[in-house]
């Protein structure tokens, strides 16, 4: 039997920021929290649970600039991914573009947490001394990398 994909957290926060194209604010959290479903997104903006800048925000479908900074507070029961993925978004014969998820640096592994090379070494099966990054992004940013 399988592990579940997701598993109940409690007193979960998340921080990051908005990619630099910005977003509807419902989809970012969606990105960050993917393994939950519309009620427990709908649940986090009724509990006031997301921040934009600091301030409360209740209306999901509120669009966010690039750059702005997120604050996500989950229920307990929310569902949470328990590693990130990548996604896989081009790959020629000697590169790759992935989305990196926010909270994984693009540099080593720091702090005890993972880094975005280990991530995309597994999900394309290459050894992690293998990936070369052409530029970084900071541990709060998603985007393409």
Not at 76 to 94: C, K, M
């Amino acid at each position: 039997m399988r592990a579940p994909l997701s598993a109940p957290v409690a007193d979960l926060q998340l921080v990051f920021r908005a990619p630099g194209h910005g977003g509807v604010l419902r989809d970012l959290v969606s990105r960050a929290l993917p393994r939950a479903d519309s009620h427990e997104i709908a649940r986090a903006f009724a509990s006031g649970g997301v921040r934009v800048a600091g301030a409360r925000v209740r209306e999901p479908g509120q669009r966010v600039a690039g750059g702005a900074r997120i604050d996500l507070r989950a229920s307990e029961g929310t569902r949470a991914a328990r590693r990130a993925a990548v996604a896989l978004l081009q790959r020629g014969a000697d590169f790759c573009v992935v989305a990196k998820p926010a909270g994984w640096s693009s540099g080593p592994a720091s702090r005890g947490r993972g880094s975005a090379r280990e991530l995309v070494a597994t999900a394309i099966g290459l050894p992690p001394a293998a990936i070369r990054p052409v530029h970084e992004l900071a541990e709060d940013v998603a985007g393409a990398w």
